[in-house]
């Protein structure tokens, strides 16, 4: 029986296995946290954010991640993961999912998830936010092709006082550079719209989650069953 590393990149994996519910195919990248030693880099933006593992809240196993803003307004952090060359077969499509519980509080704060992909032609940066833009409402948005922001839902009561977690899903063709679809709380929002994209000479991706607070109090993310792979 073929078994997923934690953590580890597992390239071009032909297996149909279940998983925590899931249905692996040709697997990237995948990371339950459900080990003792973080595999995510730190990078904090004006304060003393924290990324760990958090063996308090958890949605399968025993950890999950945790990426937390230091207590100063404007601040955020994030986790990052880095790849060399991915190789993303014949079709370009690839799925990014992953469980998320959101600790926002206040108009202003978000939290994102960014894949950001090259392939030493050019950079395309496909990335969903969740903006709070009320208490426990919030707006789900993808980064667009002109670099700026457009909502796929609005006014999403999402109660964050207790422990949730939400299923993330989405769908981006990376040779034609083209979002075809978010999921989100069960919800699926189709699309067919452009991603950025930019020249570069670089090979290596990165994904990203990332929380910003907009009040001086520190703000949260966890992520469970992170998943990149080709579908």
Request: with cysteine.
């Amino acid at each position: 029986m073929v078994k997923l590393s934690n953590g580890i990149p597992v390239s071009l994996l032909r297996a149909v296995q279940t998983y925590g519910g899931y249905i692996f195919g040709d697997t990237l990248y995948f990371d339950n946290f459900d080990s003792t030693l973080l595999k995510w880099t730190k990078i904090d933006v004006g304060g003393a954010g924290t990324v760990a593992l958090d063996a308090t809240i958890a949605a399968t196993g025993t950890t999950s991640l945790k990426v937390t803003t230091g207590a100063l307004a404007t601040n955020d952090t994030y986790a990052y993961q880095s790849f060399g060359t991915l190789p993303i077969g014949a079709s370009g499509v690839v799925r990014l999912s992953c469980l998320i519980r959101l600790g926002l509080a206040v108009n202003g704060d978000w939290a994102k998830v960014d894949f950001t992909f090259n392939d030493g032609v050019s950079t395309r940066e496909p990335t969903i936010r969740f903006l709070c833009t009320a208490a426990n409402t919030m707006s789900l948005q993808y980064y667009n092709s002109a670099a700026g922001w457009t909502n796929l839902a609005a006014g999403l009561a999402l109660d964050m006082s207790v422990i949730r977690w939400y299923m993330l899903e989405f769908d981006v063709d990376l040779i034609n550079n083209k979002y075809l679809a978010v999921s989100f709380g069960g919800i699926r929002y189709p699309l067919n719209v452009s991603t950025t994209s930019n020249a570069s000479t670089t090979n290596t991706s990165v994904v990203i989650v990332e929380v910003y607070t907009a009040a001086a109090v520190a703000k949260s993310i966890w992520i469970e069953e992170f998943m990149l792979r080709m579908i």
